[in-house]
T-cell receptor
Framework: KQEVTQIPAALSVPEGENLVLNCSFT??????LQWFRQDPGKGLTSLLL?????REQTSGRLNASLDKSSGRSTLYIAASQPGDSATYLC??????????FGKGMKLTVNP | DVKVTQSSRYLVKRTGEKVFLECVQD?????MFWYRQDPGLGLRLIYF???????EKGDIPEGYSVSREKKERFSLILESASTNQTSMYLC??????????????FGDGTRLSIL
């Protein structure tokens, strides 16, 4: 059974820092890995999707990498801003349409 | 932009009531999903549907049923609401048309309280 882990559960940093968020998964047989952002009391917003054949994806200040063989992904946030404060979740898609989610990492960027 | 709309942001119901949560998407997506999100447990899949009138159980289907009579609408039904079904419920949709590697798009959620 696929398990997705995000450590740490929470992170507080000063504005301007470059950040690395970690995600690990137990079964490397995946179609893709997705990173989402969730603001308090809201739904999830898709940030990046990395297909299993890809190594990384970039969108603005965000860069996500995937090492399928070791079961790891990282989300890199450059020059963090207070507006980046949110919970970040990663999820993997295996042999069906279903996603398996990590429990998320709550990020606070202090001005 | 994909729009996934959940009919209520907040809902308060009583134990034993039959509760309907509605979700509508406007992008002609084939796949629709219902999750619940609880502190410390994360998101868990309740049911999903990959076509009209088709449904599959997720990880925690007990106490729930679903209905998909039209492609754009996916309803979650709590047959007899219980206090342990108090939670945040999230609906999502995705397309199959361009292959399996498509992101899921989420609604804003319904925070359901069962008293």
């Amino acid at each position: 059974k696929q398990e997705v882990t995000q450590i740490p559960a929470a992170l507080s940093v000063p504005e301007g820092e470059n950040l690395v968020l970690n995600c690990s998964f137990t079964d490397s047989a995946i179609y893709n890995l997705q990173w989402f952002r969730q603001d308090p009391g809201k739904g999830l917003t898709s940030l990046l999707l990395i297909q299993s054949s890809q190594r990384e994806q970039t969108s603005g200040r965000l860069n996500a990498s995937l090492d399928k063989s070791s079961g790891r992904s990282t989300l890199y946030i450059a020059a963090s801003q207070p507006g980046d404060s949110a919970t970040y979740l990663c999820a993997v898609q295996g042999g069906s349409e279903k996603l398996v989610f990590g429990k998320g990492m709550k990020l606070t960027v202090n001005p | 932009d994909v729009k996934v709309t959940q009919s209520s942001r907040y809902l308060v119901k009583r134990t034993g009531e039959k509760v309907f949560l509605e979700c509508v998407q406007d992008m002609d997506h084939e796949n629709m999903f219902w999750y619940r999100q609880d502190p410390g447990l994360g998101l868990r899949l309740i049911y999903f549907s990959y076509d009209v009138k088709m449904k599959e159980k997720g990880d925690i289907p007990e106490g729930y049923s679903v209905s998909r009579e039209k492609k754009e609408r996916f309803s979650l039904i709590l047959e007899s609401a219980s206090t342990n079904q108090t939670s945040m419920y999230l609906c999502a949709s995705s397309t199959q048309r361009t292959g399996n590697n498509q992101p899921q798009h989420f609604g804003d959620g319904t925070r359901l309280s069962i008293l």
